[in-house]
C-alpha cells in the first residue's frame, strides 16, 4: 500500500473549509493493518463532475470502481461511490441528493 503524502492528509482535512460549495464532510479512518480509508459526504446536490475535479487534482490517476450504491440515511437519499487510488479502494465517497418531489408537490407547482 503506498502511503498518502503529508500534502494529501491536509488537503483531505480542508476539503469542506475549502469546497463547502461541494463538500460537506470529509474524514480519514486508520486500520490496525495500516490501510487508511477517506470518507467524503458531499453537499447536497453537488456537482458531481466538479467534485471529480477537486479529488483528481488530488488523487492523481483515481477511478471510479464498481456500481453506484443507494443509501437512505435519516431520510437523506445518497448516491454511495467507491474510488480506487494506487490499487486499492481508498475513497467513500457519498453524493448527498434532493428527494424527487411526489406527484402532489409537482401539481401544486
Excluded at 490496525?32 to 466538479?50: F, Q
Excluded at 483528481?56 to 443507494?70: A, I, Q, S
Amino acid at each position: 500500500m503506498k502511503q498518502l503524502t503529508a500534502g494529501q492528509l491536509l488537503d483531505i482535512q480542508g476539503l469542506a473549509k475549502n469546497h463547502n460549495h461541494l463538500v460537506s464532510q470529509a474524514s480519514i479512518d486508520f486500520h490496525g493493518n495500516g490501510l487508511m480509508r477517506v470518507t467524503i459526504i458531499s453537499t447536497l446536490d453537488a456537482d458531481r463532475e466538479d467534485l471529480s475535479g477537486v479529488l483528481e487534482d488530488m488523487f492523481p490517476g483515481m477511478e471510479y470502481r464498481g456500481n453506484v450504491g443507494v443509501e437512505i440515511d435519516n431520510d437523506e437519499l445518497c448516491e454511495f461511490n467507491f474510488i480506487d487510488y494506487n490499487g486499492e479502494t481508498l475513497i467513500h465517497l457519498c453524493m448527498k441528493k434532493a428527494p424527487a418531489p411526489t406527484e402532489a408537490e409537482k401539481e401544486i407547482s
